[in-house]
């Protein structure tokens, strides 16, 4: 109360002044006062809006921008690992060239190189590949192709003069003889089965078969030596009722990703 006494003065007045204020507006007469007042103004609102309108454009920039990287990095991203992958599968192949080459130098066998230059029907039971070397070069119907470190990836199935074509030794057009590397040193003959694997059949009962243990030739068959890899023994078949046993083979060889092959010339 002590306060509005003291105040009572100051309060009246700014009450007359607000009362004539709205009076005033209602009735017009401020007009040319607020016409001044909004000229004075217009420039400072025009920078006001400038900044404004730039800080927009500015964020509407930036968002799109960012959708842009996101895109690109997601774009990096996907090469990146492509070419990892790439990487990856040359390097497995490097390491593979490096051993088919110390097995060539070590071998007895006489070694001719080969490139691989088509592949025709792989995923159908007759697959071949075709490789640059062919007559004029020694190569004959029947010579075994190697990979890697000794794995048998298929037998010579047609000669041109500087080509020839070589059947997998999954297709339905390859039979060799074999023996697993155990104490029996347990015969049989394995042949492709459409395309899916190998299959090691007439194998006597008394037998042993181990699963794991490699398959490798027997030297049985013309211009295939012995000890040449056909692969790993993955399940056995043992009928009660059968004469002989079959095993699953198998092969150590990627058909997919090899280029450079070995084809074995007799002595």
Do not use: C, W
């Not at 900044?51 to 454009?57: F, H, I, L, P």
């Not at 799109?64 to 040359?90: C, G, P, Y």
């Not at 007559?135 to 990979?147: F, I």
């Amino acid at each position: 109360m002590n306060f509005i006494r003291q105040h009572i003065r100051l309060i009246s007045v700014t009450v007359i002044i607000i009362f004539l204020l709205i009076l005033f507006y209602n009735i017009r007469i401020l007009k040319p006062l607020e016409k001044g007042f909004s000229y004075i103004l217009q420039p400072v609102q025009s920078v006001l809006f400038r900044n404004v309108d730039s800080y927009a454009k500015t964020f509407a920039t930036d968002e799109s921008s960012i959708i842009e990287e996101n895109s690109r990095l997601k774009d990096q991203l996907i090469e990146l690992s492509l070419q990892n992958s790439e990487a990856t599968t040359k390097l497995s192949q490097y390491q593979e060239y490096e051993n088919q080459l110390k097995f060539v130098n070590e071998s007895e066998f006489n070694m001719l190189p080969a490139k691989i230059i088509s592949r025709v029907g792989q995923g159908t039971t007759t697959q071949l590949i075709t490789i640059n070397q062919g007559e004029s070069a020694g190569v004959k119907t029947g010579y075994p192709v190697l990979y890697n470190e000794g794995a048998v990836i298929g037998i010579v199935y047609a000669t041109e003069e500087e080509r020839s074509e070589i059947a997998l030794i999954t297709s339905n057009l390859i039979q060799l003889q074999g023996m697993i590397q155990n104490d029996a040193r347990t015969p049989g003959l394995v042949h492709g089965e459409f395309s899916t694997g190998l299959a090691m059949e007439y194998i006597l009962r008394e037998n042993p078969i181990d699963v794991g243990g490699i398959v490798i030739t027997n030297g049985q068959d013309k211009d295939v030596p012995q000890g040449l890899i056909i692969g790993t023994v993955q399940s056995v078949d043992d009928e009660a009722s059968e004469l002989f046993k079959t095993a699953k083979i198998t092969p150590l060889v990627r058909y997919s990703s090899n280029s450079i092959v070995s084809v074995v010339i007799p002595n």
